[in-house]
């Protein structure tokens, strides 16, 4: 079975802009934390969509994984990097699906809803139960702190893959670049 050199470049496309989501996600949840005045109410409005948003590509980006085999680790990589990027990879898989479905059931069980612009409104997930709320916000909360932790790492190895080792890693994740082959004319 060949190996492939890059990922699928659905893949990239998910990834990147996923990383996008995920950076101002929680930089928007850090705001609604830190704020009781009117901003609350504007960054939970957009908290809301962009976590299901996050939550639905996380889905479609694990599909492709499972679909799509990613490009293997170098050779020479200690036995050590190759466990923690695997497992960094499916902590990160786990978060993105846990994080979004865990918001939603925390305001399930505080009997608020998750509207969706102007006139699309989820299903409570769970009943009514301000204990369960409780209990929710607080792992919603300390799993923000690890998805934190863990895209700080993810990117501090990517970055080291391509400054420092410069070993292919990084580029296999970027947009491809097309090379253009030059221009034969007769004559």
């Given amino acids: 079975m060949n190996t492939p050199t890059t990922f699928h470049p659905l893949a990239r496309l998910l990834h990147w802009a996923m990383a996008g989501m995920i950076v101002a996600m929680l930089f928007i949840g850090a705001g609604m934390v830190a704020t009781v005045s009117e901003r609350h109410s504007g960054l939970l409005a957009i908290h809301k969509p962009l976590g299901i948003a996050i939550l639905l590509l996380a889905i479609a980006r ?3 994984r499972l679909r ?3 490009p293997s680790l170098p050779a020479d990589l200690p036995l050590w990097q190759r466990l923690a990027a695997t497992a960094s990879h ?3 898989y786990a978060l993105m699906l846990a994080l979004p479905l865990l918001g939603w059931g925390m305001l399930s069980a505080g009997g608020y809803p998750v509207i969706l612009g102007d006139t699309m409104r ?3 997930i769970l009943p009514e ?8 916000r607080e792992a919603h909360r300390y799993l923000a702190w690890l998805l934190f932790l863990t895209f700080v790492a993810h990117m501090s190895a990517g970055l080291y893959h391509g400054l420092v080792r410069r070993d292919g890693v990084l580029a296999s994740m970027l947009p491809s670049r097309r090379r253009r082959e030059p221009v034969v004319t007769d004559g």
């Fill in 62 to 64: 694990l599909a492709l």
């Fill in 68 to 70: 799509h085999r990613p």
């Fill in 90 to 92: 499916w902590l990160l």
């Fill in 122 to 124: 989820l299903p409570a």
């Fill in 129 to 136: 139960n301000a204990l369960l709320f409780a209990w929710l």
